[in-house]
């Protein structure tokens, strides 16, 4: 039995380290404004836009992190890597509908300095499998240099879509994710990260 369980949990560690890597690829973000004026219409003005080739390391914290009877089987990475290059898809989705987009230094830089992912499982009274996410939320303090003028501002933002930071009023409502779980986990923080940058740099 002992060595089933080793089997199960090498396993589950080696999935997850393989999965455990966020590329933001703006297949999220893409939505968020006017992808048809994106690609129809002609641009008459250039903007430069850049991300440091960097990775962000993104600590998970869960409501069973103090718990003495479920913390030892708790399945979800410690960390995620967030590749921080990949932010220049979400700023082009941005500003692609008014501009020809240069992925070059000189115009636009935006960075995600730190951030975490926290997660609330659901109750564990009546449950022995401790897979069940009521919420996944991401915390990012993400930098913004714009013609030499930067700005900094921090965002939490859950699963649904809705800003909690005080810094901002304006919001995306969506529906739940239907399989919130650690199966597509990753997924969920790509969505709500790519939502994020497109909020700040929208209110900036």
């Avoid at 999935?15 to 129809?40: D, T």
């Avoid at 991401?138 to 030499?148: D, P, Q, R």
């Avoid at 939502?195 to 700040?200: D, G």
């Amino acid at each position: 039995m002992k060595k089933i369980s080793f089997a199960f949990l090498l396993t589950t560690s080696l999935l997850f380290a393989s999965n455990n890597v966020i590329e933001l690829s703006g297949k999220y973000s893409e939505n968020l404004g006017n992808p048809f004026r994106a690609l129809l219409e002609k641009k008459d003005k250039e903007i430069s836009i850049f991300s440091q080739n960097k990775e962000v390391v993104l600590k998970v914290e869960s409501n069973l992190d103090n718990d003495s009877i479920y913390n030892m089987r708790l399945e979800h990475p410690k960390t995620f890597i967030l590749k921080n290059k990949s932010v220049e898809n979400i700023v082009e989705d941005y500003y692609a509908e008014e501009y020809k987009v240069l992925h070059k230094k000189g115009g636009v830089e935006v960075n995600v300095l730190s951030g975490k992912v926290i997660l609330d499982y659901m109750n564990m009274e009546n449950n022995q499998q401790i897979h069940n996410l009521k919420k996944v939320e991401v915390e990012l303090n993400i930098e913004i240099n714009k013609n030499g003028v930067k700005t900094t501002k921090t965002i939490l933002m859950d699963n649904k879509l809705g800003i909690t930071s005080k810094n901002f009023k304006w919001s995306i409502v969506s529906s739940d994710f239907k399989n919130l779980d650690l199966k597509n986990l990753s997924e969920s923080i790509q969505s709500i990260i790519e939502t994020e940058i497109y909020t700040v740099i929208k209110a900036k």
